[in-house]
Structures are given as structure tokens and as C-alpha cells.
């Protein structure tokens, strides 16, 4: 393999990025749902109640709701999409001029 087409890299990078951001997303809905239905918001809700000997009127769920759960599961996974997206078609480049250097990757296929 003497030269990697950039462009190319760079759609498939992103296609996968994608898929990687909306499975992203998924998780985090899938896992504060599953959380949520153990209750394990409440508990820990009731947790710091009782460690608070002042009362005051601290709500968990102001922080780590859905909505804001989602919504900055979203934010990661386009940053990851550019990220991901610039990295592999920078890669891509810097192979390519390694390639021209050295010659590139030699891959020996056989069919059995």
C-alpha cells in the first residue's frame, strides 16, 4: 500500500463517527433509564439529605436530569465526530508522506 486517499478516509471517518456519537447517545438514555428505574438517584438523593444537617434545598436531579444527560452526551459526540474526523484524515496525510519515503506497506494475500 503505496498512498491512502485522504478524502475517502475522511468520509469513512466520519460515517463511523457518527455511528459511533448516535450509540453514544443511546448508551447514556439506556443507562440513566435503567439507573433510574433502580432508584439509584433517589438513594443517593436521600443520602445527601441525611448527610445535610443544614436542610437545604439541594436537588440531585437539577444536575444529572435526562434532558441535561442527553444533551451533553450530544456535545461529546460531535466533538468526538470532528475530532475523529480531523485525526484519521491527518493520519491519513502524514501515512502518505511516509509512504513516499520508505516505499509503503508491502501485504501478501493468499486464497486458501
Do not use: H
Not at 485522504?6 to 460515517?15: G, R
Not at 455511528?19 to 443517593?44: H, P, R, Y
Amino acid at each position: 500500500m503505496s498512498r491512502v486517499d485522504p478524502w475517502s478516509v475522511m468520509k469513512i471517518a466520519f460515517l463511523l463517527s457518527v455511528g459511533a456519537a448516535i450509540a453514544g447517545v443511546v448508551m447514556v438514555a439506556v443507562m440513566w433509564t435503567v439507573l433510574s428505574g433502580m432508584g439509584v438517584f433517589s438513594d443517593i438523593q436521600d443520602l445527601l439529605r441525611s448527610l445535610d444537617k443544614e436542610g437545604s434545598t439541594f436537588n440531585l436531579m437539577d444536575y444529572i436530569g435526562f434532558g441535561r444527560m442527553i444533551s451533553l452526551s450530544v456535545v461529546i459526540g460531535v466533538i468526538d465526530i470532528v475530532l475523529l474526523t480531523a485525526i484519521a484524515t491527518l493520519g491519513a496525510f502524514l501515512y502518505n508522506i511516509c509512504a513516499s519515503l520508505v516505499g509503503g506497506i508491502q501485504l501478501t494475500l493468499s486464497d486458501e
